[in-house]
C-alpha cells in the first residue's frame, strides 16, 4: 500500500512538473508573438509615416530631425528585436528568416546615416520600404503558425 501511494504520488509529481513544461511554452509563445507583433507595428508605422516626412524633411530641418530620430528609434528596436533569444521551437526557422530581413533593414538604415546623422541623398536608392514589406509578410507567416 505504501509502495502504491509512493508510485501515485510520483506520478502526480511528473504530471504536474510536465504541465509547467507546457505552460512555460505557452507563456514563451505568447511573449514572442506580444514581442514580434509589436515591432512589427514600430515597422509598419514607420513605412506609413517615412514617405511624407521624407518628402517635407528635404525643405524643414524640423521634420529632417524628427524623420533622423524616428530612423535611430526603428533601428535601435530592430537592433533589440535580433537579440530575443526565447524563441518558441515551432517559430525557430521563420524567426531565423524574420532575423534575416531585420539584419538587411540594419544594413539599409546604417546606408542612410553617416557618423549618426540621416544623409538625404541616401534615401533615393533605398530598398527600406521593400524590406519592410518583406518583414511584414514573415511576420504573417509566423502568425499563422498559430502560437
Not at 501511494?5 to 510536465?18: D, G, K, P, T, W
Not at 506609413?48 to 530641418?61: G, Y
Not at 544594413?107 to 524590406?131: A, K, R, Y
Amino acid at each position: 500500500m505504501k509502495r502504491l501511494l509512493q508510485l501515485l504520488f510520483i506520478s502526480m509529481l511528473a504530471a504536474v512538473i510536465s504541465g509547467c513544461s507546457f505552460l512555460g511554452e505557452v507563456n514563451n509563445s505568447l511573449d514572442y508573438i506580444n514581442e514580434t507583433t509589436a515591432h512589427v507595428e514600430t515597422l509598419n508605422k514607420f513605412a506609413e509615416e517615412a514617405p511624407e516626412l521624407i518628402q517635407e524633411a528635404v525643405t524643414d530641418p524640423a521634420v529632417h530631425a524628427e524623420l533622423e530620430e524616428q530612423l535611430l528609434h526603428v533601428k535601435t528596436e530592430i537592433e533589440e528585436f535580433i537579440q530575443l533569444t526565447d524563441i518558441p521551437s515551432l517559430a525557430e526557422d521563420l524567426h531565423a528568416e524574420f532575423v534575416q530581413q531585420n539584419e538587411a533593414l540594419l544594413t539599409e538604415i546604417n546606408n542612410l546615416l553617416e557618423n549618426g546623422h540621416l544623409v538625404m541623398n541616401n534615401i533615393e536608392n533605398s530598398e527600406l520600404f521593400t524590406t519592410i514589406q518583406e518583414a511584414n509578410e514573415l511576420f504573417n507567416r509566423i502568425e499563422n503558425l498559430g502560437l
